[in-house]
Nanobody
Framework: QVQLVESGGGLVQPGGSLRLSCAAS????????MGWYRQAPGKQRELVAL???????NYADSVKGRFTISRDNAKKTVYLQMDSLKPEDTAVYYC??????????????????WGQGTQVTVSS
């Protein structure tokens, strides 16, 4: 089994900062792309930031210059540093990971995993 456990959400004032963490655990052959998504009330889930296994990053236009995604492969953890937060950043943030696992039959396959979500609220 593989689990993604998120931490770091909370309530912050506009202009403040938060750092989200997402740790993967379990039977993992390799970690591939990892990312953060968010879903605000009444809206669809959207990609916030993505980081490949090689460290290439991609950001939603709405967070460019304010958010930074990074990863520590030794710790199997992805981070999202969120600075200059705005009320419109309020959402549940979900960690996502493309993980390779060895199946029962011995071959290695890629699976998509999600964390449980962590609430980020930006309000004065």
């Amino acid at each position: 089994q593989v689990q993604l456990v998120e931490s770091g959400g909370g309530l912050v004032q506009p202009g403040g900062s938060l750092r989200l963490s997402c740790a993967a655990s379990g039977s993992i052959f390799s970690l591939n792309d990892m990312g953060w998504y968010r879903q605000a009330p009444g809206k669809q889930r959207e990609l916030v930031a993505l980081i490949t296994s090689g460290g290439t990053t991609n950001y939603a236009d709405s967070v460019k210059g304010r958010f930074t995604i990074s990863r520590d492969n030794a710790k199997k953890t992805v981070y999202l540093q969120m600075d200059s937060l705005k009320p419109e950043d309020t959402a549940v943030y979900y960690c996502n990971a493309d993980i390779s696992r060895r199946t029962y039959y011995g071959d290695v396959r890629r699976f998509d995993y999600w964390g449980q979500g962590t609430q980020v609220t930006v309000s004065s």
